[in-house]
Every structure is written in C-alpha cells, then in structure tokens.
C-alpha cells in the first residue's frame, strides 16, 4: 500500500498556520482600533483647546473695543472675584509661558484697579450672541495701572478652562491732546448717516459734521448742534469739558477736575521750561542784512518782525498735488515782502515766533490742501494763530488719496462711505508719525 506522506503533512500545516494568521490578524485590528480610539480623544481634546485659544483671543479683542470707546469714563476701582482662580492657573504653567504668565502677576500688582466688563452692557450683550453661547462660563476684565490695561478674558467648556492676555496703551494719545481748548465758539455736528436698502447696503454719509480723531478736552464749554448728538461719534476718544450744551443725560463725557486758569498755567509752565532747555540761535528779523541762523538739532530759532507797527507773519507748506510723496519737505517763512525757505531735517525743527501767524494764503480756501513733510514745532508769542488751508502729513498722503479715490490729481472730493473714514482714521493712529507739525 502506498501512502503519500508529502501530501499529509501539507494539509496538516496549514490549519495552524491560518489560525496563527488569523490570531494575528485579529490583534492587529485590535489594536489598531484602540490606536484609532485614543487617537480621536486626542484630536477631540486639541480641537476644544483650539476652539478655547480662539475665543479667548477674541474676547480680548471685543474687550480692546469696548476699552477704545469708553477709556476716559471707565473706573477701575473693582476687584476680580475669579484673581485666585486666575493666578492658581497661571502659576501651574512651566517653561517660558509660566515665565511670561509671571511677569503679568509682577505688572498687574494685588486685586485691584478692575473693571470687570460683565457690567458693561454692551460687553454683556456680545456674549450672549450664539457664538459664545457653548461657553458656560467667559468673560474678561482689564485692569489699569500705571498707564497700561492689561486685558484678560476667559472662556470654559466641558470643565476645561483657558486664558489670554492683551496689553493696551493710551500712550500715543496722552503726549498731544488732538484738541485742547479753553473755550471755543465752535458748535460741534455729528456725521449722520444712513444705511440704504438694499443687498450688501454701504453705510453713506449724509451732509457735514465733525469727527476728533484723539482725546479732547474743552475747559470750558462745549456746545453741540443738538440734544439728539451722540458724543462719541464726535469725539472719538472722548471728551473732558466742563459742561455740554444744550443739556442731556444721554452726554457720555468726562467733567474737568481742575479750573482752566490752572490747567493752561502747567501747561504753559512746562511748554516754557522745554523752550528753555533748547539752544537759543541769533535772532532773524528779516532785515535786508540779516542771515537764517544754521539749524542743528536742539536748537531754537528765535523770528521777531522789524516793524512793531505789522506782526504778521506767514508760513505756506506746499500744496499736496504739487510735491511728490517722496520729496524732501519744506516751507516758506514770509515776512512783509521779504521770504526764506526752512528745508526739512532728520530731526526736529524749532521755531518761536513773535507775532502773529497765518498758515496758508491770505485768502481760505476749502479745497486747498497743504503737505506738512518733515518734523516742525512753532511756538506763538503775545499773538494770534490762524490757519487757512487744510493740512495732511505727507507721509499719510497715499491713504488720503486712496480714501478720496483722486488718484493723486486733486483732492477735492469728500469721503462718502463712514467704513472708508473709520479705516483712514485707524491708519492714521497707527502711522509712526515720521512727520508732524505741533
């Protein structure tokens, strides 16, 4: 009898070695699934994390908003009620975030100088937008020392929660006030606008009216067109005045502490002990024989008119379509029939002049626009100002052009559309002032 060996120990073979396979095979799909379920807790957990840094981030900068238009009224004389649960978080950071988490607690001081947005009804009203509404606990709060505001906002979701940080500064304001009167007959116009019907409607201008674009302060009286006025549409970063006209408890404005005599005495007491620490030059007084001092850096130049009987005194800037943006900057100093050109310089130029002075042509003109390139401070003494043309830094002179939509040919058109004012006015507080007039 014949038996085929070969073939029984093939069939014999097989069977384990496809259970083997099989035993393999199902621990590796096990174990893939297990892989594939902490792979998705993972990514579950990244997301929310994501989502938390993202809305905290733009909570920081609804809170920035708020901080822009309500700055000079806002009273930080809170405390946080979430500060421990704030810095216990904080202080559990390692690395470089714990560092920089620390040196926020060292600048922000002990729990004080809080305005919590929570009570700021328009803050409030932000949050209960949808956007926010899977968060059952957000908010922020800034806090206000030494001249900084330090913002922090929060947000938590399913147990977990995170923090941002923004830092504010009113320091670009502070240094020039963009208006600062005693009392001026002015009555002040807010813009009007309208929102016509229609898809994808631009929010128009209608008529004329006034917009400062900086603090102002008035320490007087401030009139305004009528009780309807909405300040801050005025007054941009608000307004120190006070008393406003006629009267209304809808002003949101800040009363002055101090009596105009005092605040314009410190003023002027500071303004004369800066002149004083200038290097004064030979006086110029445009006498046929005398000769421009040569300007340097810290110097002062004194101008005095050669007649007491006429103290008028001129400066014209160039007209802005008629000097390139890339030009060197100058103006002309008349006097009577006499005229100097001052040419720009990498530095601050500084004239006191005795008498009064015009700006401009004799003769005002509204479409006339004058190109103010270089870095200028004028100082009036026992005289008057007047200014007859409209005045544009130069090197702000593209995004006027682009707001006028002129290209760059005349610039006597108005801005119709408020989105295209509000983005030149941001442009134009964001600029590094290379040049300036004050």
């Given at each position: 009898m014949f038996t085929d060996m070969t073939r029984t120990r093939n069939r014999g073979f097989i069977l384990p070695v496809a259970l083997i396979l099989m035993a393999f095979a199902t621990t590796v799909l096990v174990t893939a699934g297990i892989m594939v379920q902490r792979t998705s807790d993972r990514l579950n957990s990244y997301s929310l994390l994501s989502d938390l840094r993202?809305?905290?981030n733009n909570l920081v900068e609804i809170a920035t908003m708020v901080l822009a238009s309500k700055w000079t009224t806002a009273e930080f004389d809170d405390s946080w009620s979430g500060y421990d649960d704030f810095v216990a978080f904080v202080s559990s950071r390692g690395g470089y975030e714990g560092a920089l988490w620390g040196e926020l607690l060292d600048s922000i001081g002990n729990n004080e100088n809080w305005w919590n947005l929570g009570t700021d009804i328009d803050f409030a009203g932000i949050l209960d937008d949808e956007a926010?509404?899977?968060?059952?606990?957000?908010?922020?709060?800034?806090?206000?020392t030494e001249g900084d505001y330090s913002i922090i906002s929060w947000a938590e979701r399913g147990g977990v929660i995170r923090y941002s940080y923004g830092l504010a500064t009113t320091e670009s304001l502070a240094g020039k006030p963009a208006l600062l009167f005693g009392e001026t007959p002015r009555v002040f116009h807010e813009i009007k606008t309208i929102v016509p019907h229609g898809n994808n409607a631009t929010e128009t201008i209608q008529g004329r009216g006034d917009l400062i674009n900086g603090k102002a302060t008035?320490?007087?009286?401030?009139t305004v067109s009528d009780v309807d006025v909405n300040l801050e549409r005025i007054f941009q970063y608000g307004i120190e005045a006070n008393n406003v006209i006629p009267e209304s408890d809808n002003y949101n404005y800040t009363k002055t502490a101090s009596a105009a005599d005092l605040v314009f005495s410190s003023l002027l007491g500071e303004h004369e002990k800066w002149l004083s620490e200038l290097t004064r030059t030979a006086t110029f007084d445009f006498l046929p024989e005398s000769v421009f001092p040569e300007i340097e850096e810290g110097f002062l130049i004194p101008i005095v008119p050669n007649d007491k009987n006429d103290t008028q005194f001129t400066i014209e800037f160039p007209e802005i379509n008629k000097i390139s943006p890339d030009a060197s900057g100058y103006f002309t100093l008349s006097y009577k029939d006499q005229t100097v050109t001052i040419n720009e310089a990498e530095y601050q130029i500084n004239l006191v002049i005795y008498g009064d002075l015009r700006i401009g042509d004799k003769n005002p003109s509204v479409l006339?626009?004058?190109?103010v390139n270089g870095k200028y401070s004028i100082t009036v003494v026992k005289g008057d100002i007047q200014v007859n043309t409209h005045l544009?830094?130069?090197?702000?002179?593209?995004?006027?052009?682009?707001?006028?939509?002129q290209g760059g040919v005349v610039f006597n058109q108005p801005i119709l559309t408020w989105n295209v004012v509000k983005h030149l006015l941001n442009n134009f507080s964001?600029?590094?002032?290379?040049?300036?007039?004050?």
């Open positions: 993202i809305t905290t926010f509404t899977e968060y059952n606990n957000k908010g922020a709060v800034i806090n206000h008035v320490m007087g009286t401030v006339k626009i004058s190109s544009v830094y130069g090197d702000f002179r593209e995004e006027f052009d682009e707001a006028t939509k964001a600029r590094e002032a290379d040049d300036y007039l004050s």
